[in-house]
Protein backbone atom coordinates (compact mmCIF):
# COMPACT_ATOMS: atom_id res chain seq x y z
CA UNK A 1 0.00 0.00 0.00
CA UNK A 2 1.19 3.88 -0.41
CA UNK A 3 0.44 6.17 2.27
CA UNK A 4 -2.66 3.50 3.35
CA UNK A 5 -3.91 3.88 0.01
CA UNK A 6 -4.45 1.03 -3.12
CA UNK A 7 -0.81 1.03 -5.62
CA UNK A 8 -2.43 1.42 -9.10
CA UNK A 9 -2.75 -2.02 -10.60
CA UNK A 10 -1.47 -3.26 -7.05
CA UNK A 11 1.90 -3.57 -8.94
CA UNK A 12 4.40 -5.81 -7.18
CA UNK A 13 6.95 -3.71 -5.08
CA UNK A 14 10.25 -4.26 -6.79
CA UNK A 15 8.09 -2.23 -10.02
CA UNK A 16 6.47 0.40 -8.23
CA UNK A 17 9.27 2.15 -5.92
CA UNK A 18 9.69 5.73 -7.22
CA UNK A 19 13.56 6.03 -7.89
CA UNK A 20 13.09 2.62 -10.06
CA UNK A 21 9.48 3.91 -11.69
CA UNK A 22 9.24 5.68 -15.23
CA UNK A 23 5.87 6.56 -14.20
CA UNK A 24 4.37 8.08 -11.45
CA UNK A 25 0.59 8.10 -11.16
CA UNK A 26 -0.69 10.94 -9.01
CA UNK A 27 -3.83 11.58 -7.37
CA UNK A 28 -5.29 14.64 -7.03
CA UNK A 29 -8.75 14.44 -5.59
CA UNK A 30 -9.29 18.36 -6.31
CA UNK A 31 -13.07 19.53 -6.18
CA UNK A 32 -13.71 22.97 -6.42
CA UNK A 33 -15.74 24.74 -8.99
CA UNK A 34 -17.75 21.71 -10.17
CA UNK A 35 -20.86 23.10 -11.60
CA UNK A 36 -23.96 20.33 -11.68
CA UNK A 37 -22.94 16.96 -10.47
CA UNK A 38 -20.92 16.46 -6.99
CA UNK A 39 -18.45 14.22 -6.56
CA UNK A 40 -15.03 14.15 -8.69
CA UNK A 41 -13.35 14.41 -5.48
CA UNK A 42 -13.90 10.55 -5.18
CA UNK A 43 -12.87 9.50 -8.45
CA UNK A 44 -8.79 9.32 -8.40
CA UNK A 45 -9.59 6.74 -5.38
CA UNK A 46 -12.50 4.92 -7.20
CA UNK A 47 -10.00 4.39 -10.32
CA UNK A 48 -7.39 3.51 -7.77
CA UNK A 49 -9.61 0.62 -6.15
CA UNK A 50 -10.94 -0.80 -9.56
CA UNK A 51 -7.14 -0.95 -10.91
CA UNK A 52 -6.54 -3.40 -8.73
CA UNK A 53 -8.70 -5.66 -11.46
CA UNK A 54 -6.75 -5.03 -14.37
CA UNK A 55 -5.11 -7.89 -15.56
CA UNK A 56 -1.05 -6.68 -16.28
CA UNK A 57 -0.98 -8.09 -19.99
CA UNK A 58 -2.18 -5.97 -22.46
CA UNK A 59 -3.21 -8.54 -25.25
CA UNK A 60 -3.02 -5.60 -27.68
CA UNK A 61 0.51 -4.96 -27.89
CA UNK A 62 1.10 -8.43 -26.36
CA UNK A 63 3.53 -7.02 -23.17
CA UNK A 64 3.01 -6.30 -19.27
CA UNK A 65 3.39 -2.52 -19.33
CA UNK A 66 3.91 -2.52 -15.59
CA UNK A 67 7.45 -3.43 -16.05
CA UNK A 68 8.54 0.05 -16.90
CA UNK A 69 7.88 0.89 -12.95
CA UNK A 70 4.89 2.74 -11.86
CA UNK A 71 4.69 4.61 -8.97
CA UNK A 72 1.83 5.23 -7.13
CA UNK A 73 2.20 8.91 -4.91
CA UNK A 74 0.46 9.94 -2.08
CA UNK A 75 -2.82 11.95 -2.82
CA UNK A 76 -2.26 16.19 -3.24
CA UNK A 77 -5.65 17.32 -1.94
CA UNK A 78 -5.88 21.55 -2.71
CA UNK A 79 -9.71 21.67 -2.43
CA UNK A 80 -9.00 23.54 1.19
CA UNK A 81 -6.33 25.46 0.17
CA UNK A 82 -6.60 28.88 -1.77
CA UNK A 83 -7.63 28.47 -5.27
CA UNK A 84 -4.14 29.90 -6.60
CA UNK A 85 -1.97 28.65 -3.94
CA UNK A 86 -3.35 24.89 -4.29
CA UNK A 87 -2.69 25.34 -8.26
CA UNK A 88 0.89 26.92 -7.40
CA UNK A 89 1.80 23.83 -5.03
CA UNK A 90 0.58 21.50 -8.22
CA UNK A 91 3.06 23.14 -10.52
CA UNK A 92 6.03 23.20 -8.29
CA UNK A 93 4.94 19.60 -7.68
CA UNK A 94 4.52 18.48 -11.15
CA UNK A 95 8.12 20.26 -11.90
CA UNK A 96 9.63 18.23 -9.31
CA UNK A 97 8.29 14.56 -10.52
CA UNK A 98 9.44 15.73 -14.16
CA UNK A 99 12.86 16.82 -13.10
CA UNK A 100 13.52 13.39 -11.83
CA UNK A 101 12.57 11.93 -15.34
CA UNK A 102 9.11 10.58 -14.32
CA UNK A 103 6.32 10.67 -16.76
CA UNK A 104 3.14 12.29 -14.78
CA UNK A 105 -0.31 10.40 -14.97
CA UNK A 106 -2.42 12.57 -13.28
CA UNK A 107 -5.73 10.84 -12.09
CA UNK A 108 -8.86 13.97 -11.08
CA UNK A 109 -10.70 15.25 -9.72
CA UNK A 110 -12.33 18.45 -11.78
CA UNK A 111 -10.59 19.52 -15.27
CA UNK A 112 -9.01 22.46 -13.63
CA UNK A 113 -5.86 20.71 -12.22
CA UNK A 114 -4.65 20.44 -15.25
CA UNK A 115 -3.52 23.88 -15.95
CA UNK A 116 -0.61 24.11 -13.88
CA UNK A 117 0.43 20.58 -14.50
CA UNK A 118 0.56 21.32 -17.76
CA UNK A 119 2.23 24.63 -17.07
CA UNK A 120 5.23 22.43 -15.65
CA UNK A 121 5.49 20.17 -18.48
CA UNK A 122 5.76 22.80 -20.88
CA UNK A 123 8.99 24.33 -19.07
CA UNK A 124 10.28 20.89 -19.60
CA UNK A 125 9.05 20.41 -23.27
CA UNK A 126 9.03 24.13 -25.03
CA UNK A 127 7.09 22.97 -28.14
CA UNK A 128 4.40 21.51 -26.45
CA UNK A 129 1.06 20.81 -27.37
CA UNK A 130 -1.77 19.34 -25.98
CA UNK A 131 -4.35 17.03 -27.08
CA UNK A 132 -8.00 17.49 -25.25
CA UNK A 133 -10.23 14.60 -25.61
CA UNK A 134 -13.61 16.21 -24.21
CA UNK A 135 -17.59 16.87 -24.63
CA UNK A 136 -16.99 20.52 -23.55
CA UNK A 137 -14.62 23.24 -25.52
CA UNK A 138 -13.97 25.20 -21.69
CA UNK A 139 -13.24 28.37 -23.50
CA UNK A 140 -14.69 30.61 -21.03
CA UNK A 141 -12.56 33.51 -20.03
CA UNK A 142 -14.45 32.87 -16.37
CA UNK A 143 -17.34 31.31 -14.92
CA UNK A 144 -18.94 31.35 -12.02
CA UNK A 145 -16.33 34.13 -10.99
CA UNK A 146 -13.01 32.56 -11.62
CA UNK A 147 -10.61 32.30 -14.19
CA UNK A 148 -9.69 28.59 -12.71
CA UNK A 149 -13.10 27.11 -13.15
CA UNK A 150 -13.21 23.60 -14.86
CA UNK A 151 -15.12 25.70 -18.04
CA UNK A 152 -12.06 27.59 -18.29
CA UNK A 153 -9.19 25.04 -18.64
CA UNK A 154 -8.47 24.96 -22.05
CA UNK A 155 -8.82 28.94 -22.24
CA UNK A 156 -5.72 28.69 -19.70
CA UNK A 157 -4.53 25.83 -21.65
CA UNK A 158 -4.44 28.07 -25.20
CA UNK A 159 -2.02 30.20 -23.38
CA UNK A 160 0.31 28.14 -22.30
CA UNK A 161 0.62 26.51 -25.46
CA UNK A 162 -1.65 25.32 -28.57
CA UNK A 163 -3.98 22.39 -28.28
CA UNK A 164 -6.04 19.83 -30.07
CA UNK A 165 -9.79 19.39 -29.13
CA UNK A 166 -11.59 15.78 -29.96
CA UNK A 167 -15.25 14.92 -29.24
CA UNK A 168 -16.32 18.35 -29.11
CA UNK A 169 -20.15 18.83 -28.97
CA UNK A 170 -20.48 21.42 -26.31
CA UNK A 171 -20.02 25.07 -25.99
CA UNK A 172 -21.64 28.51 -25.19
CA UNK A 173 -21.63 31.53 -27.79
CA UNK A 174 -18.98 33.15 -26.12
CA UNK A 175 -16.27 30.65 -27.05
CA UNK A 176 -17.34 30.04 -30.55
CA UNK A 177 -17.10 33.59 -31.42
CA UNK A 178 -13.08 33.52 -29.42
CA UNK A 179 -12.32 30.20 -31.35
CA UNK A 180 -10.92 32.40 -34.62
CA UNK A 181 -8.59 34.17 -32.47
CA UNK A 182 -6.96 31.07 -30.25
CA UNK A 183 -4.37 28.49 -30.85
CA UNK A 184 -6.51 25.40 -31.11
CA UNK A 185 -8.27 23.07 -33.99
CA UNK A 186 -11.26 21.61 -33.02
CA UNK A 187 -12.61 18.23 -34.26
CA UNK A 188 -16.68 18.09 -33.62
CA UNK A 189 -18.24 14.47 -32.08
CA UNK A 190 -20.65 15.07 -34.96
CA UNK A 191 -18.20 14.97 -37.74
CA UNK A 192 -15.93 12.04 -36.40
CA UNK A 193 -18.10 9.31 -34.38
CA UNK A 194 -17.83 6.37 -36.79
CA UNK A 195 -15.10 7.26 -38.52
CA UNK A 196 -11.03 7.12 -38.94
CA UNK A 197 -11.11 9.73 -41.57
CA UNK A 198 -10.08 12.76 -38.87
CA UNK A 199 -7.45 11.03 -36.97
CA UNK A 200 -4.31 11.65 -39.31
CA UNK A 201 -5.64 15.08 -39.27
CA UNK A 202 -5.92 15.58 -35.41
CA UNK A 203 -2.49 14.25 -35.19
CA UNK A 204 -1.02 16.33 -37.78
CA UNK A 205 -2.33 19.46 -35.67
CA UNK A 206 -0.18 18.03 -32.47
CA UNK A 207 3.54 19.41 -31.78
CA UNK A 208 6.39 16.45 -31.40
CA UNK A 209 5.91 16.51 -27.93
CA UNK A 210 2.44 16.23 -26.79
CA UNK A 211 0.44 16.29 -23.35
CA UNK A 212 -2.71 14.41 -23.28
CA UNK A 213 -5.72 15.13 -21.28
CA UNK A 214 -9.13 13.44 -20.77
CA UNK A 215 -11.97 14.46 -19.61
CA UNK A 216 -14.14 11.10 -19.18
CA UNK A 217 -17.14 12.93 -20.44
CA UNK A 218 -15.58 13.24 -24.12
CA UNK A 219 -16.63 9.20 -24.17
CA UNK A 220 -20.16 7.88 -25.40
CA UNK A 221 -22.39 8.26 -21.30
CA UNK A 222 -23.56 4.91 -22.90
CA UNK A 223 -20.05 3.74 -21.55
CA UNK A 224 -18.90 6.36 -19.15
CA UNK A 225 -22.08 7.95 -17.16
CA UNK A 226 -20.13 8.51 -13.98
CA UNK A 227 -19.62 12.44 -14.83
CA UNK A 228 -20.79 15.45 -13.36
CA UNK A 229 -21.48 17.02 -16.73
CA UNK A 230 -22.84 14.00 -19.01
CA UNK A 231 -23.31 15.37 -22.86
CA UNK A 232 -25.05 12.88 -25.06
CA UNK A 233 -22.79 11.11 -28.45
CA UNK A 234 -18.96 11.06 -27.97
CA UNK A 235 -16.46 8.73 -28.75
CA UNK A 236 -16.15 5.13 -28.25
CA UNK A 237 -13.74 3.29 -26.52
CA UNK A 238 -11.69 2.00 -29.78
CA UNK A 239 -12.22 5.51 -30.98
CA UNK A 240 -10.83 6.95 -28.29
CA UNK A 241 -7.48 4.33 -28.18
CA UNK A 242 -7.28 4.19 -32.24
CA UNK A 243 -7.08 8.17 -31.50
CA UNK A 244 -4.48 8.01 -28.49
CA UNK A 245 -2.39 4.51 -29.71
CA UNK A 246 -1.75 6.73 -33.14
CA UNK A 247 -0.52 9.73 -31.43
CA UNK A 248 1.81 7.72 -29.50
CA UNK A 249 2.99 6.13 -33.07
CA UNK A 250 3.99 9.32 -34.06
CA UNK A 251 4.33 12.09 -31.25
CA UNK A 252 6.30 11.69 -27.73
CA UNK A 253 3.47 11.53 -24.98
CA UNK A 254 5.07 13.26 -22.28
CA UNK A 255 2.46 13.63 -19.59
CA UNK A 256 -1.44 12.76 -19.01
CA UNK A 257 -4.15 12.88 -17.10
CA UNK A 258 -7.84 11.23 -16.30
CA UNK A 259 -10.05 13.69 -14.75
CA UNK A 260 -14.01 14.67 -14.30
CA UNK A 261 -14.58 10.81 -13.15
CA UNK A 262 -18.22 11.03 -10.42
CA UNK A 263 -18.09 7.87 -9.06
CA UNK A 264 -21.43 6.03 -9.03
CA UNK A 265 -21.88 3.73 -6.15
CA UNK A 266 -22.41 0.16 -6.72
CA UNK A 267 -21.74 0.66 -10.44
CA UNK A 268 -18.35 0.30 -11.01
CA UNK A 269 -17.63 -0.44 -14.56
CA UNK A 270 -17.14 3.72 -14.94
CA UNK A 271 -14.41 3.16 -12.23
CA UNK A 272 -12.76 0.60 -13.83
CA UNK A 273 -13.33 2.14 -17.55
CA UNK A 274 -11.02 5.03 -16.45
CA UNK A 275 -8.05 2.36 -14.72
CA UNK A 276 -7.96 0.46 -17.84
CA UNK A 277 -7.61 3.76 -19.98
CA UNK A 278 -4.62 4.55 -17.80
CA UNK A 279 -2.83 1.74 -17.77
CA UNK A 280 -3.77 1.50 -21.78
CA UNK A 281 -1.98 4.88 -21.75
CA UNK A 282 1.06 3.66 -20.35
CA UNK A 283 0.90 0.70 -22.90
CA UNK A 284 1.05 3.10 -25.66
CA UNK A 285 3.21 5.51 -24.37
CA UNK A 286 6.12 2.99 -23.55
CA UNK A 287 5.03 0.35 -25.93
CA UNK A 288 3.23 1.88 -28.54
CA UNK A 289 5.35 0.86 -31.86
CA UNK A 290 5.00 -2.78 -31.07
Known amino acids: MTGGAPRFLEVPVQFSSYSHSRVV ?15 TARGPGAILEASAQVEYYDEELDWEPFHVGIHTLPATDISDVAEQAGLNQLYEEAGRHLSAGKFILDLGGEHSLSTPIIRAVKDKFPSLSVLQIDAHADLRETYDGTPHSHACVMRRVVEICPAVQVGIRSMSREERDALPELPTTVFYARDIVGSTEWVEDAVGALSD ?8 DGLDPAIMPATGTPEPGGLGWYEALNLIRRVAQTRKIVGADIVELMPIEGQPASDFLCAKLAYKVVSYVFGGSR
Not at 25 to 39: C, F, H, I, K, N
Not at 209 to 216: A, G, M, N, Q, S
Open 209 to 216: HVYLTIDV
Open 25 to 39: VWPLPYERTTSWGQG
